[in-house]
């Protein structure tokens, strides 16, 4: 608990949220010194690699003012704006108890926010079996 403490005293707002104070305490304690991700399994990023980031950095650093568009336009990236815009898009929703809090339900409500619900618990449906338009 003091360590959480520390923490919010020193960031304030933009601290962590007291779970993942908790979840990084643990991986130091367990010896863990690298605060970069582990491997994960799945489809390897396309846009996240050396040359990109020295395409993207080249770009800023000519231009500090160019768009986030103008810079996907450059380096060949998709944002995925273009679903967001025309809304051909939803909302997975989970069920989890943070994604059905009040707050979050009326902030969904409000925006008109489109949501893909599935059950609340399915043995026989991997999330990662999900049909995603």
């Not at 605060?35 to 950095?57: I, M, Y």
């Not at 000519?62 to 995925?80: A, H, P, W």
């Not at 339900?105 to 990662?128: F, I």
């Amino acid at each position: 608990m003091q360590t959480i403490q520390k923490i919010q005293q020193a960031f304030g707002d933009k601290a962590m949220g007291i779970t993942q104070i908790k979840e990084w305490y643990n991986r130091f304690k367990q010896g863990q010194i690298s605060v970069e991700s582990k491997p994960r399994s799945g489809s390897p990023s396309t846009s996240r690699n050396e040359e990109f980031v020295e395409n993207v950095h080249r770009i800023v650093e000519d231009d500090r003012l160019i768009t986030i568009n103008k810079i996907t336009e450059e380096v060949g990236i998709s944002t995925g704006l273009e679903i967001w815009v025309a809304q051909n898009w939803q909302l997975h929703h989970d069920n989890a108890p943070a994604h059905s809090a009040h707050l979050i339900q009326a902030y969904l409500v409000k925006n008109n926010t489109p949501l893909g619900r599935n059950p609340p618990y399915s043995p026989d449906m991997a999330p990662g079996l999900l049909a995603v338009p």
